[in-house]
T-cell receptor
Framework: DAKTTQPPSMDCAEGRAANLPCNHS???????VYWYRQIHSQGPQYIIH???NNETNEMASLIITEDRKSSTLILPHATLRDTAVYYC?????????????FGTGTRLTIIP | DAGVIQSPRHEVTEMGQEVTLRCKPI?????LFWYRQTMMRGLELLIY????????DSGMPEDRFSAKMPNASFSTLKIQPSEPRDSAVYFC?????????????FGQGTRLTVV
């Protein structure tokens, strides 16, 4: 699976949009971009994933560049409960390749 | 569904003792994962199962660790004998295999302390 690079930490004001970047310059054509987050002391939680089109769900939006070498997770109106470590993971979705490998992630702190 | 259920939530044991961690995956899920999390090493995949069969155990640190999945609704991770460096939070996750939306659901973890 391709490696990802994320900033170690970010701050965002409550109520503002939080934009979390992720670089995955070695991504392959069959690899998806997944985002998970881990709130303190809890298990990781799925947020969103995409292949090449931008995606949106009730939690967040995922913007993937046209060359797919980077992406941005957007939390449109950040709240204090969004304070967590956010993981960007690239993974080929195919039988026999089930691994979900976590990097160091970005520690997002929402400031009141 | 109650989600992935892990037990116990906390375990304190003495060095040399056997420790067994338990996991009940979400009903209908056919992939199960065991992870370990420490401050130093982050989240590490230890082993995963597909349809109750171990597929990749390359993350298991050494022979003291073993995992089993006797049926689709239960898995154990055993450490024998335990050592202080095994102290960590152990997470179990399950997923429905398939192409497309296949997110993993994690349990609340078991915090293991070996003294």
């Amino acid at each position: 699976d391709a490696k990802t690079t994320q900033p170690p930490s970010m701050d965002c004001a409550e109520g503002r949009a939080a934009n979390l970047p992720c670089n995955h310059s070695t991504i392959s054509g069959n690899e998806y971009v997944y985002w998970y987050r881990q709130i303190h002391s809890q298990g990781p939680q799925y947020i969103i994933h995409g292949l090449k089109n931008n995606e949106t769900n009730e939690m967040a939006s995922l913007i993937i560049t046209e060359d797919r070498k980077s992406s941005t997770l957007i939390l449109p109106h950040a709240t204090l409960r969004d304070t967590a470590v956010y993981y960007c993971i690239v993974r080929a979705v195919e039988f026999g390749n089930e691994k979900l490998t976590f990097g160091t992630g970005t520690r997002l702190t929402i400031i009141p | 569904d109650a989600g992935v259920i892990q037990s116990p939530r906390h375990e304190v044991t003495e060095m040399g003792q056997e420790v067994t961690l338990r996991c009940k995956p979400i009903s209908g899920h056919n992939s199960l994962f065991w992870y370990r999390q420490t401050m130093m090493r982050g989240l590490e995949l230890l082993i995963y199962f597909n349809n109750n069969v171990p597929i990749d155990d390359s993350g298991m640190p050494e022979d003291r660790f073993s995992a089993k999945m006797p049926n689709a609704s239960f898995s154990t991770l055993k450490i024998q004998p335990s050592e202080p460096r095994d102290s960590a939070v152990y997470f179990c996750a399950s997923r429905q295999r398939g192409v497309g939306r296949t997110e993993a659901f994690f349990g609340q973890g078991t915090r293991l302390t070996v003294v």
